[in-house]
Structure formats: structure tokens, C-alpha cells
T-cell receptor, first 115, second 111 residues
Framework: DAGVIQSPRHEVTEMGQEVTLRCKPISGHNSLFWYRQTMMRGLELLIYFNNNVPIDDSGMPEDRFSAKMPNASFSTLKIQPSEPRDSAVYFC?????????????FGSGTRLTVV | SQELEQSPQSLIVQEGKNLTINCTSSKTLYGLYWYKQKYGEGLIFLMMLQKGGEEKSHEKITAKLDEKKQQSSLHITASQPSHAGIYLCGPSGAGSYQLTFGKGTKLSVIP
């Protein structure tokens, strides 16, 4: 398995533009997580899905952020409109509920810079 | 919500030296994960501890969860440059999801 795949690896965009981050979880995993990492706040959970259904989105900063999981093999995190304070590394992770002894598998992240 | 505090925030050691990183929880832990992150990359799962007093080892890295399950330590023996990175701890919930991480400990190993 190629692991959790995120795209793009790097994204530079202008303030006000729409940004879409993509994630392909490990095949067979039924939980998917979106995290954001910054120097100031560390790693924060934004939203997680179980069996493609959003379970808790309380970590989503505001209405400018939205996430979807149309099927078991794909998820998107969208920011519209983007702001400089959204600059961070965004990680996607997946796991199989009931096998958390093996931890969660993280993607390599998307480094977002909003100028 | 559960808060995890890691210490130290950063650590610089000479190659070959031993070191310890601590993770303290504001609440009793059901279990705890340790992850390692290299710059520009995602987190890599190291190990999970679930029982009070449990200790696990992987190569030269040993992690232990105290009896009260509110503190964990991660010990590296004879550190090597390959150990450099950020070490993060996160709670494992009983049938729930990992929601919070510590801020991480940045480890640098000088050859």
C-alpha cells in the first residue's frame, strides 16, 4: 500500500482564493482525520469521518473551512476564502476502528502558504 | 478536554548520549501513543501504551506509562542522528478517537 496520499505537497495562494486539499486514505481504513499543524498551536484536529460520515467538525476554525468525503477512498478539505492566518501544514490520517493499537497512518502533509 | 504537556520543548544531545522525554496528561489516560515526525513529513507511529506500568521497546527507544496512567516517558539509549525529529504524544481513548496531541519535543542529535 502506498500509504495515505495527500496532494498537493505545497500550495501557495493569494488571500481570498479558494484552496482545495486532497487526501486518499489507506484502502480498507474506515476513519479519516484532518489535522492542522502550526508552530504556535501544534497539531490540531479539524474534523474526522467514520465510514465517510463526518462525526465531529468542532475543530473546524470557521465557516470558511469545509470538508467532504464522497467515498471511502477520497476526501477534500476546502478553504474559501483563504486568509494568511490559514498558512499551516495540513495533515490527513486514516485508521481502522478497532485496530487503534497500530496508531493512525499520516500522510506527508500539504504545506499551505496564503500571501 | 484532555491536555497533554511535553517536556522539554527542545533537546540537543551529543550522539551516543541517552535522553528522556516526558508527557504529562491533565486526566487519567486510557492509553497513549508516541509518534515521531521528521521535518516536512507526516507523523510516524512508534508505539502505544495502554496498561499502567506498561513498558515497550522498539530498537533503542523505550516508552513507559506510569501506574496512575497520567504520565509517560520516552527514553532513547545511545542516541544517533537518525533519532532527530519531533516526538509527539497523544491520548488513546476507549473506543474513541485521538483528538489531541502534545506540542511535541524537538530532538537534535549532534554527531
Amino acid at each position: 500500500d502506498a500509504g495515505v496520499i495527500q496532494s498537493p505537497r505545497h500550495e501557495v495562494t493569494e488571500m481570498g482564493q479558494e484552496v482545495t486539499l486532497r487526501c486518499k486514505p489507506i484502502s480498507g481504513h474506515n476513519s479519516l482525520f484532518w489535522y492542522r499543524q502550526t508552530m504556535m498551536r501544534g497539531l490540531e484536529l479539524l474534523i474526522y469521518f467514520n465510514n465517510n460520515v463526518p462525526i465531529d467538525d468542532s475543530g473546524m476554525p470557521e465557516d470558511r473551512f469545509s470538508a467532504k468525503m464522497p467515498n471511502a477512498s477520497f476526501s477534500t478539505l476546502k478553504i474559501q476564502p483563504s486568509e494568511p492566518r490559514d498558512s499551516a501544514v495540513y495533515f490527513c490520517a486514516s485508521s481502522l476502528v478497532g485496530q487503534t493499537n497500530y496508531g493512525y497512518t499520516f500522510g506527508s502533509g500539504t504545506r499551505l502558504t496564503v500571501v | 478536554s484532555q491536555e497533554l504537556e511535553q517536556s522539554p520543548q527542545s533537546l540537543i544531545v551529543q550522539e551516543g548520549k541517552n535522553l528522556t522525554i516526558n508527557c504529562t496528561s491533565s486526566k487519567t489516560l486510557y492509553g497513549l501513543y508516541w509518534y515521531k515526525q521528521k521535518y516536512g513529513e507526516g507523523l510516524i507511529f512508534l508505539m502505544m501504551l495502554q496498561k499502567g506500568g506498561e513498558e515497550k521497546s522498539h530498537e533503542k527507544i523505550t516508552a513507559k506509562l506510569d501506574e496512575k496512567k497520567q504520565q509517560s516517558s520516552l527514553h532513547i539509549t545511545a542516541s544517533q542522528p537518525s533519532h532527530a525529529g519531533i516526538y509527539l504524544c497523544g491520548p488513546s481513548g476507549a473506543g474513541s478517537y485521538q483528538l489531541t496531541f502534545g506540542k511535541g519535543t524537538k530532538l537534535s542529535v549532534i554527531p
